[in-house]
């Protein structure tokens, strides 16, 4: 046998080796542990089984079987133990990750924390009514002179004021100087003579007294014994002059006021606090006030008095702040704008007050599961701060909670009906389901929208497009040019006037369209696609 005949048999006796490996690995891989092979599809992935099919629209019907709806779409299958295409259950959102980025979708972790709040009231600067006095006399009189004559004018303590004559005034004077003169000549009399005079005395100078005659003034009458025509008032404390309504050579009546003096070091701040926030606000606690005219300066106070009742008309109830007034840069009748803070004592369970959607009678979060998978959940909610809400019931510690982009997951996966699926009635105005949870009666309403258009123009700073968009079928509206809102700045992004694209919408509110996902477009537009099967959610 020549050297080549030999090369030639050992090559194909190892081809017939590596044949016979070959088919005995692939059969060794197709075998389950009881020895039967299960089917494997092109890319060599086992095949699932398929638990059931369920409503394409999120309604909580299943079949055992493939079916279609009444709108001619089939059902989804649901397989064991799920899959990145489909959730397992009917009552929990799957969102592609394509999807997730072009909403914004943002998560945050549910977590203890005290509820710190802060009521906002709108008050006014008022004079601290324990340090503004009025000076009134207690006696007919005319004014003979004005040594304070202007509204506004700072005066100090003792200052003289204005000077008055009364007829009255000077008769007194001159019964206590007679009195005085009296008791010093009746020294040697009886003690009975001596008596009555000194009750005369005093008598008289009560009199001067009570009408608020000074004590110096009063001295100095008794050692002259001259009376005098004037009486001068005096400012009682260091203040502004707040009001006057004398005039040089008015005559007043007994109790008229004629001055009034305030002092303004130290001034209130009154708020009007409505009723639902009153049991909130303790006395003690510090305030800060802002005033228009200084809008690079707080000012620091502290709770004085929470007044007891309530104004019927405006349901808020008065709250006094007092201030100190260094400068005397804190005017009266100054608007202000007042923060309360006030705290909770304990940690509580909450989430941020974006994540809540709430339809008055109910309100849910959007559970995060994993990546791309979410489950609607009815919460009970407690106190709120600024920026969270207490949850009683529903959530748990460490599970994370969607805070942006909830409505837009609402028109995606047609949250109204996952949620419907709940149980009880469903949310957002939807109609209630009957016993067992399968709604037959209506279809299931439209979330989203469709249509094909070319771009007008953008504003990224508001980030709104003009869109000239052809007819658009599901909500019956003609070709026109209107205005859109991005559901986030990455959808603007290479985008310019004049390209043509196809794009799909939604209404987050009454009049307020936004734009969920912009593809562009080769070539001229095409007419508009027909609605069919809007609102549900491409996965």
Do not use: C
């Amino acid at each position: 046998m020549t050297r080549a005949v030999k090369i030639l048999i050992a090559i194909v006796v190892a081809v017939a080796v590596a044949a016979g490996f070959g088919y005995w690995m692939a059969h060794r891989d197709g075998k389950t542990t009881s020895g039967t092979t299960k089917p494997v599809d092109a890319a060599g992935k086992k095949e699932r089984k398929i638990l059931y099919y369920r409503n394409p629209m999120g309604l909580p019907d299943t079949s055992p079987t493939p079916k279609k709806d009444q709108m001619g779409m089939d059902y989804i299958p649901v397989y064991e133990g799920g899959d990145d295409g489909e959730p397992a259950s009917a009552n929990q959102i799957k969102i592609s990750t394509e999807k997730i980025q072009k909403l914004g979708v943002r998560s945050e972790v549910v977590s203890l924390r005290k509820l710190d709040k802060i009521v906002r009231a709108a008050g006014r600067i008022e004079p601290d009514e324990r340090r503004t006095f009025t000076i009134a006399p207690k006696f007919e009189g005319f004014v003979e002179r004005l040594h304070v004559n202007m509204t506004g004018q700072p005066v100090r303590k003792g200052q003289a004021l204005f000077e008055v004559y009364s007829p009255e005034l000077v008769s007194a004077q001159r019964e206590y100087a007679i009195a005085v003169q009296g008791v010093q000549s009746l020294k040697g009399a009886s003690p009975e003579a001596q008596s009555g005079m000194k009750q005369l005395a005093e008598s008289s100078l009560l009199r001067l007294k009570n009408w608020d005659i000074s004590e110096g003034q009063v001295k100095a009458l008794a050692k002259s014994g001259a009376t005098r025509r004037t009486l001068t008032f005096l400012s009682p404390v260091n203040g502004i002059v707040t009001e006057k309504k004398a005039i040089q050579g008015m005559r007043f009546m007994p109790g008229e006021m004629l001055y009034q003096v305030a002092d303004l070091s130290s001034v209130w701040v009154v708020a009007d606090v409505f009723e639902q926030d009153i049991g909130l606000i303790q006395s003690g606690a510090m305030a800060t006030v802002r005033i228009n005219a200084y809008p690079d300066k707080t000012f620091e106070g502290k709770i004085a008095y929470v007044y007891p009742t309530l104004k019927a008309e405006t349901r808020t109830a008065q709250v006094r702040v007092e201030l100190p007034n260094s400068g005397l840069l804190l005017k009266p009748s100054m608007f202000a704008q007042v923060e309360l803070p006030v705290g909770g004592k304990e940690e509580v369970l909450t989430v941020p007050d974006s994540a809540v959607i709430d339809s008055g009678t109910r309100r849910i979060v959007l559970v995060q599961l994993s990546e791309g998978r979410f489950e609607p959940r009815e919460i009970k909610t407690g106190a709120r701060s600024e920026n969270y809400i207490e949850v009683l019931d529903g959530v748990k510690e460490g599970e994370r909670v969607v805070v942006s982009a909830n409505f837009l997951i609402d028109a995606e996966s047609n949250l109204k009906s996952v949620i419907g699926g709940m149980g009880g009635h469903a949310v957002h105005g939807g109609a209630a389901k009957p016993e067992g949870g399968v709604q037959t009666d209506k279809k299931p309403s439209a979330v989203g929208h469709k249509a094909d258009g070319v771009i007008d123009g953008i504003d990224g700073k508001t980030g709104t497009l003009s869109i000239k968009h052809e007819p658009v079928a599901s909500l019956k509206w003609p070709a026109m040019t209107m205005e859109f809102k991005a559901a986030n700045e990455s959808l603007l992004k290479d985008l310019k006037p004049g390209t043509s694209i196809a794009f799909e919408f939604v209404e987050r509110q009454q009049g307020e369209w936004v734009v969920t996902s912009i593809q562009p477009r080769k070539g001229e537009a095409s007419s508009a696609p027909k609605a069919s099967h809007v609102g549900h959610a491409s996965q």
